[in-house]
């Protein structure tokens, strides 16, 4: 079955640093990824549209300056939390939508703490 | 934009008995509508779907039901076991490939 997985699936940081996620379809071209943030114990909120070759559009109230997302292949997309500060500390879930099928999939989470 | 309305919160059933879930949604121009199953610190998984041109699907213990009149969709879970324990979310999407708009979640706990 199509595989998304996600890099790494857990970091700490320092407040002020920059993270990098990476999410990857294993087995797939996947021409739309999309990035979801989920807090303890609530649901996912999507925070962006990932398409391969173009800017990513952002769901409102979603800062994209300090959320850079880049989808430079059809089988990689990345996440960059810049500045993090502790209220960026969440689980952060990508999904990969499969060309030739149109299913989507999700990846496992990246867990991200900021002291 | 669309709004997904879950019901209940947490929900904890006797093992063997059902448990259902429900579901509303308000963007008549939903057409997809998948259940997620999410275990504590993974990614949600994709458990039954689906779609505005059907009324039910089942699929072994799990069963959903859809009424688009209403906007009305719900997830039938019978002869539940321990590994149900999990948290469910309904969502729904215009069509599979797009974004997803989640319901705030159900946590169902499975009691011995």
């Known amino acids: 079955g199509a595989v998304v997985s996600q890099h790494p699936s857990w970091v700490i940081c320092k407040s002020g640093t920059s993270v990098k996620i990476e999410c990857r379809s294993l087995?797939?071209?996947?021409?739309?990824m999309f990035w979801y943030r989920q807090f303890p114990k609530q649901s996912l909120m999507l925070m962006a549209t990932s398409n391969e070759g173009s800017k990513a559009t952002y769901e409102q109230g979603v800062e994209k300056d300090k959320f850079l997302i880049n989808h430079a292949s059809l089988t990689l997309s990345t996440l960059t939390v810049t500045s993090a500060h502790p209220e960026d500390s969440s689980f952060y879930i990508c999904?990969?939508?499969?060309?030739?099928?149109?299913?989507?999939?999700f990846g496992p989470g990246t867990r991200l703490t900021v002291l | 934009g669309e709004n997904v309305e879950q019901h209940p919160s947490t929900l904890s059933v006797q093992e063997g008995d059902s448990a259902v879930i429900k579901c509303t949604y308000s963007d008549s121009a939903s057409n997809y509508f998948p259940w997620y199953k999410q275990e504590l610190g993974k990614g949600p998984q994709l458990i039954i779907d689906?779609?505005?041109?059907?009324g039910e699907k089942k699929d072994q213990r799990i069963a959903v039901t859809l009424n688009k009149t209403a906007k009305h969709f719900s997830l039938h879970i019978t002869e539940t076991q321990p590994e149900d324990s999990a948290v469910y979310f309904c969502a729904a999407q215009m069509n599979r490939d797009d974004k997803i708009i989640f319901g705030k979640g159900t946590r169902l706990h499975i009691l011995p």
């Open positions: 689906i779609r505005s041109n059907v």
């Open positions: 087995d797939f071209q996947a021409t739309t």
């Open positions: 999904s990969a939508v499969e060309a030739s099928s149109h299913e989507q999939f």
